[in-house]
């Protein structure tokens, strides 16, 4: 059954509180000093903290998109060339590399994709590989154009676990493409 631990050492509040409702009846809080985390960009997408939703227009993908895996490519160059940095929990500002930014997929096929048009140092894997981990940035690249197209029905691309721990895996922003 488990033991449940009603305060996230993570998560800024922006996202955990979409966490905690939509997973854990309201229950998860964010320890005070947490609100100090946020990522300093010029790009609205990236400036900030919370969920954020990026919509990119594809048609008849099952488990990969080039369009999205190109789209998160071309704004994750822009962040990093634009000199953005992330304020860590005790206030501490630091430059945005590669290493802070994680992107899940529920698919291998889009992590072959997204291996093509993503800057080098950017970790890319499964859900299942980045249980545990964490990082300022973490984007979520669902690739399936419809749920006609899931390779494995909708009920796996948006299975609730799943999604809770891609976007948890956020402690500033999570991104939804």
Known sequence: MGIF???TWRMHPDICA???EVFYEGRLHSRPSLTAQRVNAPDALFDGTGLRVLAV???GNTNASEEEARRIGACI???LSSHATWTDQD???HALTPRDILILTPYNAQIAELRKHVPAGIEIGTVDKFQGQEAPIAIYSLATSSP???PRGMEFLFSKNR???AISRARCIA???
Request: hydrophobic letters at 40%; glycine letters at 8%; charged letters at 25%.
């Open 5 to 7: 631990l009603g305060e």
């Open 18 to 20: 979409y966490i905690s």
């Open 57 to 59: 227009q594809h048609r």
């Open 77 to 79: 160059r822009s962040l």
């Open 91 to 93: 206030g501490e500002t």
């Open 148 to 150: 006609e197209d899931a």
């Open 163 to 165: 999604l809770n721990v």
């Open 175 to 177: 991104l939804l493409v």
